[in-house]
């Protein structure tokens, strides 16, 4: 069974920092691509940040200079790195593997909110 649990969320003021971790049992990641997504209330899920096998990252326009993603393939772990966060950062933030195939798994979510 393919399991990602995330962890690291929690409340944080305006400006502050978090770092999100998503460890994966149950399938290696070596191969897969990687990657963070978020929900806000009433708002669609959307990318924030993905992760290659080879490496190559991704971001959403919102995040870039501020987020970064990682990967460490021994521990089966990606990490999402948030600095400078702002309100509209606060969603529920999930992680998600993709096999080569197309297959994809999601974690159950955690929540990040961010005061003014």
């Known amino acids: 069974q393919v399991q990602l649990v995330e962890s690291g969320g929690g409340l944080v003021q305006a400006g502050g920092s978090l770092t999100l971790s998503c460890a994966v049992s149950g399938s290696i990641i070596s191969a897969s691509t990687m990657g963070w997504y978020r929900q806000a209330p009433g708002k669609q899920r959307e990318s924030v940040a993905t992760i290659t096998s080879g490496g190559s990252t991704t971001y959403v326009d919102s995040v870039k200079g501020r987020f970064t993603i990682s990967r460490d393939n021994a521990k089966s772990t990606v990490y999402l790195q948030m600095n400078s966060l702002k309100p509209e950062d606060t969603a529920v933030y999930y992680c998600?593997?993709?096999?080569?195939?197309?297959?994809?798994?999601w974690g159950q979510g955690t929540q990040v909110t961010v005061s003014s």
């Open positions: 998600n593997l993709k096999w080569p195939w197309g297959r994809v798994f």
